[in-house]
């Protein structure tokens, strides 16, 4: 079906370049993804040629949370994501056919490979963890990668979290799974934190995700209210602001320095007439105390066949942030 629509689509339009990449694996049928390129065309959603996924199966392109099995464009964009669900086997193919025009890549985050794609692209053979199975992966194959391309970054700390802020409004895109939290302070040691859907400019926020990871950024906007949200950006802080906390570790600690603070970080300020406490937790929906939450184990770091992992109760990760068996 997919093929027949590039077909249709180049017999009625100016197309430049064609791709067609189909998803394998044993006992499955094949999923197809129809790439269509042409100046006409915009760099986003185009309800004329774009066609959504009737279902949630296959490999498409992942764009703004929609999911698109024909991707009409002017360009292979940078950092596009294109995702895939996955079924109940590990190995899986990606083959190449159909294709005219301008050559792309695509970036394999995990094998930490790329593919030129072009018309001699031979097959690409990958596997996914068991715990990969079953679901929906988009953030793995990337059409051009390119790190720099994206608006800005963060990298979690050693329990996962890491407060942020920028000065222009962002969605979290790569890798996904990133929870973004809004604070609403409860007496005096307590921040509670509500899961939002993006970062508004100059706005402080709490993140949290695998440990020790780093977190890219794009222009966006999302639909969530701020309007009691207590956290701050960095930038509006001023040199000797008292009854002021920073995250550290898993909790935000009183801030006694005398220099400005990190740039694109976010900070809490009790009111002045408060006795400061010596630490404020952070509770997630008044409900889960983050301190004392599983994933919030101290991490150990340890040396295996001459590299470095970092164990997290039942879990253990790479140094990028990576499960691993």
Same mark, same amino acid.
């Given at each position: 079906m997919c093929a027949m629509c590039l077909?249709?689509?180049?017999?009625?339009? =100016?197309?430049?370049?064609?791709?067609?990449?189909?998803?394998?694996?044993?006992?499955q049928p094949d999923k197809e993804l129809g790439m269509l390129? =042409?100046?006409?065309?915009? #760099?986003?959603f185009d309800n004329s040629w774009d066609a959504q996924s009737i279902n949630e199966s296959g490999i498409y392109v992942y764009y703004q949370g929609a999911r698109y099995t024909t991707w009409a464009s002017n360009a292979y964009s940078q950092n596009l994501p294109i995702g895939f669900y996955s079924c109940d086997n590990n190995d899986y193919t990606l083959k190449f056919s159909g294709f005219s025009g301008e050559e792309y890549q695509i970036y394999d985050l995990v094998a930490n490979q790329t593919i030129n794609v072009n018309a001699a692209t031979p097959n690409y053979d990958f596997s996914i963890s068991d715990d990969k199975k079953g679901i929906a992966i988009n953030d793995r194959?990337?059409? *051009?990668?390119?790190?720099?391309?994206?608006?800005?970054?963060?990298?979690t700390n050693d329990y996962g979290w890491a407060s942020f802020s920028y000065d222009a409004n962002l969605q979290s895109t790569l890798p996904i799974g990133l929870k973004i939290?809004? !604070?609403?302070? $409860?007496?005096?040691?307590?921040?509670?934190?509500?899961?939002?859907? &993006?970062?508004?400019?100059?706005? !402080?926020?709490?993140? &949290?995700?695998?440990?020790?990871?780093?977190?890219?950024?794009?222009?966006?906007? !999302?639909?969530? #209210?701020? =309007? #009691? *949200?207590?956290?701050?950006p960095t930038s509006a802080y001023t040199i000797g602001d008292q009854n002021v906390f920073v995250l550290k570790g898993n909790a935000l600690l009183q801030y006694v320095g005398n220099t400005a603070l990190a740039a694109n970080k976010a900070y809490l300020q009790l009111p002045g007439t408060t006795t400061a406490p010596q630490r404020i937790r952070m509770v997630i929906n008044q409900t889960t105390g983050v301190e004392n939450a599983e994933a919030l184990e101290a991490p150990v770091k340890f040396v295996e066949n001459g590299q470095i992992f970092i164990r997290?109760? *039942?879990?253990?990760?790479?140094? $990028? !942030? $990576?499960m691993v068996k």
């Open positions: 077909s249709l689509a180049m017999s009625a339009q =100016s197309i430049t370049s064609v791709s067609l990449i189909t998803l394998s694996s044993a006992g390129m =042409s100046s006409s065309f915009s #760099d986003g194959f990337i059409i *051009n990668y390119n790190p720099a391309a994206f608006e800005t970054s963060l990298t939290y809004k !604070g609403a302070l $409860q007496g005096t040691e307590t921040l509670n934190l509500t899961e939002v859907n &993006y970062v508004p400019a100059n706005t !402080g926020v709490i993140v &949290y995700g695998t440990p020790n990871t780093t977190y890219y950024f794009a222009a966006g906007t !999302g639909t969530s #209210d701020f =309007s #009691d *949200n207590i956290l701050r997290r109760g *039942n879990e253990v990760y790479n140094l $990028q !942030g $990576q």
